[in-house]
């Protein structure tokens, strides 16, 4: 069964060929497209390369296209990507602009390209169902929160590849088993043995931190959008409710403008006014501008933030795990944001800190309390497990 994972960006293709064939788990492509402006075209060059480099002899051989879809009007977890899924999504664009009409259009243009090849989209917000309510809700009026404002979470996939992955490395299976099976069995009842607490922090171009117990996200700093938790590219993180009529007020602004500016001038590039690009902003920073060094601490100081919410949500800590692009490639950064926590078990060693790019690592000392390991997430693997267990369902 081969199965195509596309993960799709506002201008760029990028996708992961899965074969899932006689029980084994191979990605057997993997490639992607930058700059993006025709779709339609991109999908082509994306099937020809499958079939140039023999991934696939011919497109009725694919199962399905799956989706890491973010968000959608009362629906998650995995589901056929039908006309009223993508009504569901397009009710939520307001929500995700940087996400859903890109996702929405894409859909579309697969549809039209493989007309018999199932599309099925795994939702981003699939792994929070099982979180306390206490850690979703927002205070706000309760017609507000029947009409959806409240704590979704997104990076589902990642962390669920976290969680699961995390629980293999610190020598516990069942919890990894737990977490295979969720979106089929649910959390069911915590496995026998001490509970495992695992802070997964995803920071990349999207940033996000949740509490693992057991395997099961316990919250996410991810909010109702993706434009919430830490600063993000160039997307405004966790901001005052009322700032954005005070900034529409006294800036002169439309809700329009005020839109666009927190999607796509806010974040580490509003921050910096550099660039959305950690490594633009760190050279900048090394070279003496104040303005890049501020960004980068703002960046810490709110993974800090979050990493101490979940640390005394979970009562101390078994493993801190750095994923995605920042927290895969940017030594400089783990060390930032670990440091001076010995307090509470969690400390770096810097050699093996530095010698960890894009593996798997850990960066702890042999005889610290608390496992600080990197794992390269894989967030399309999570996908096309789930929509082949769809498919299995018929
Ligand atoms: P996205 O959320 O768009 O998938 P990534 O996870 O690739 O983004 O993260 C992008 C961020 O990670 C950028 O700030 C970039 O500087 C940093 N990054 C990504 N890859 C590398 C790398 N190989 N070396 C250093 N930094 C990287």
């Not at 810490?300 to 895969?328: K, M, P, S």
């Amino acid at each position: 069964m081969k199965i195509l994972v596309a993960n799709i960006g506002s201008t760029s293709l990028k996708w992961r060929l899965f074969d899932f064939s006689e029980g084994a788990e191979r990605m057997v492509h993997k490639g992607g497209l930058e700059r993006v402006t025709d779709y339609a075209a991109a999908i082509e060059t994306c099937l020809e390369k499958l079939r140039q480099d023999g991934a696939l002899t011919k497109e009725g051989d694919l199962a399905a296209v799956g989706f890491k879809t973010v968000l959608a009007k009362d629906l998650t977890g995995c589901v056929r990507l039908d006309e009223a899924a993508i009504a569901a999504m397009e009710a939520m664009n307001h929500v995700a602009p940087a996400h859903n009409p890109p996702y929405v259009a894409g859909i579309r243009q697969f549809a039209k390209r493989l007309p018999g090849v199932p599309l099925v989209g795994l939702f981003e917000t699939a792994f929070y169902q099982w979180a306390p309510e206490a850690a979703m809700r927002y205070a706000v009026p309760a017609n507000w929160h029947a009409a959806g404002i409240r704590r979704w979470g997104f990076h589902g996939a990642s962390h669920k590849y976290i969680a699961e992955r995390s629980a293999e490395l610190l020598g516990r299976p069942e919890v990894a088993e737990r977490v295979r099976r969720l979106y089929q069995d649910g959390p069911g009842q915590p496995p026998q043995g001490p509970p495992l607490r695992v802070i997964s922090c995803h920071l990349g171009g999207s940033s996000s931190i949740t509490g693992l117990r057991d395997g099961v996200a316990i919250g996410n700093s991810l909010g109702l959008s993706p434009q919430s938790g830490l600063p993000h590219n160039n997307r405004v993180g966790d901001l005052d409710a009322m700032a954005v009529p005070h900034a529409m007020r006294t800036l002169g602004l439309d809700l329009a403008e005020a839109e666009r500016q927190l999607c796509k001038e806010g974040g580490l590039l509003g921050l910096s006014g550099v660039s959305n690009d950690i490594r633009d902003i760190q050279a900048a920073a090394d070279s003496g501008n104040e303005q890049a060094r501020l960004a980068l601490e703002v960046f810490v100081h709110e993974a800090r933030r979050w990493i101490g919410a979940y640390l005394v949500e979970l009562n101390g800590l078994d493993a801190l795990v750095f994923t995605a692009g920042i927290g895969e490639n940017r030594a400089e950064l783990r060390a930032a944001i670990a440091a001076n926590l010995d307090a509470f078990g969690i400390r770096i060693d810097p050699e093996r800190n530095q010698a960890a790019r894009a593996v798997e690592a850990v960066i702890s000392p042999e005889d610290a309390p608390v496992k600080v390991l990197v794992i390269p997430t894989n967030e399309e693997l999570v996908v096309a497990r789930e929509v082949r267990r769809l498919l299995q369902q018929g």
